[in-house]
């Protein structure tokens, strides 16, 4: 005989499952993969530069082109009513910061930028959109950046890392003074900045481990020092409502944040601050959960930052939505931690 339970005759009906905002979600433009003399995507050539393997880009290039099918289904199994949409395209050129031609890269942004302002306006309630500049000309991209905001109804912009300008070995990081204008145009509109990794250039620790280049590891230390460029060369000094987001939890930042401002305490290279790193994490920086669904790396973000400044994205195509979905959903934070970075947070910053 079954022990009779106690009746519950007060319990309220469950809650609707809780809602989500992402906001590293990636999108592809058929013109930028890497095609075969048939037109077929060279996913065993994107797979050696990404040093995964040729199956999964295989999915992942399929993913990044839909918009209208598993897309939409992966969302709403994972609860994710909207995500801002970035251009992503593999591998070869990290987006348009890789092409070295500057009219090719402007061209290119602006034909990005078009088609994905299309699949926004075909599901307006699902889908936001995020710029794509072509740094190599900063006159320019801010035009474009004034544009996407102003006309095409777009809540933010994302860089691919450093940006190369008519060769591989000229480098352009977001503290260059060039890109001053690009700063200034950002604080003007009020939108903000997603710095999204690539790997670090001629990277010879790496030789003979590729395994270690991109997303397992060398995306975090490239991601963080060009994050740290901008820090320490003044740029939120000199914009002080600046937004710069990160993913990955911050790639690594909230874990060495102490480490690092006591190590720049000591430097005698002339550079200087008006505060600290933490301070800027506090007040300039947002971070992202995108691919790194674990608990202790939250739980210390949140400490060093708080949950204010953290806000929910999966990374996919790359990653599953459900897998993303299920951390928010069952992490041990409060509740109203989760709210804020499930949804609240990304509505306060992009205005949504």
């Known amino acids: 005989m079954p022990v009779p339970s106690l009746p519950k005759v007060g319990t309220p009906p469950a809650p609707a499952p809780l809602r989500k905002i992402a906001l590293e979600e990636h999108f592809g433009h058929p013109s930028v993969f890497m095609r075969d003399?048939?037109?077929?995507?060279?996913?065993?050539k994107e797979a050696a530069v990404g040093h995964l393997g040729p199956e999964y880009f295989e999915v992942v290039q399929k993913r990044l082109l839909d918009f209208d099918t598993t897309r939409l289904q992966a969302m709403d199994e994972a609860g994710v009513d909207k995500v801002l949409l970035s251009f992503g395209a593999g591998f070869r050129t990290f987006g348009v910061q890789g092409i070295l031609d500057p009219v090719d890269a402007q061209n290119t942004a602006r034909t990005v930028n078009d088609f994905l302002a299309e699949?926004?306006?075909?599901h307006p309630s699902r889908y936001i959109g995020m710029a794509t500049l072509a740094l190599q000309n900063p006159e320019q991209a801010v035009r474009e950046l004034e544009r996407c905001v102003t006309k095409l109804g777009f809540k933010g912009v994302m860089v691919n890392g450093y940006t190369q300008l008519e060769s591989p070995d000229n480098l352009i990081y977001l503290d260059d003074v060039r890109l001053t204008p690009l700063w200034e145009a950002l604080t003007t509109l009020d939108v903000p900045l997603y710095l999204h990794p690539r790997a670090s250039y001629k990277a010879a620790m790496y030789e003979n481990h590729p395994e270690l280049t991109g997303a397992a590891w060398g995306f975090a230390p490239e991601t963080a020092t060009h994050a740290l460029r901008i820090v320490y060369s003044g740029i939120f000094d000199r914009f002080p409502s600046a937004k710069l987001v990160m993913g990955h939890l911050g790639e690594t930042l909230p874990f060495l944040a102490w480490r690092i401002q006591h190590g720049i305490d000591f430097s005698p290279n002339g550079r200087s601050t008006k505060k600290r790193l933490v301070d800027y994490l506090a007040e300039n920086i947002w971070v992202t959960t995108s691919g790194n669904f674990n608990t202790q790396a939250l739980h210390c973000t949140i400490l060093t930052m708080g949950a204010d400044r953290i806000l929910f994205s999966n990374d996919y195509p790359y990653?599953?939505?459900?897998?993303?979905?299920?951390?928010?959903?069952?992490?041990?934070?409060?509740?109203?931690?989760?709210?804020?970075?499930a949804y609240g947070n990304a509505k306060a910053l992009y205005k949504l």
């Open 37 to 44: 003399s048939e037109g077929r995507f060279e996913t065993h």
């Open 119 to 122: 699949q926004v306006r075909a």
């Open 319 to 341: 990653e599953d939505y459900a897998e993303g979905g299920e951390f928010i959903d069952t992490v041990s934070i409060s509740e109203s931690d989760r709210r804020k970075i």
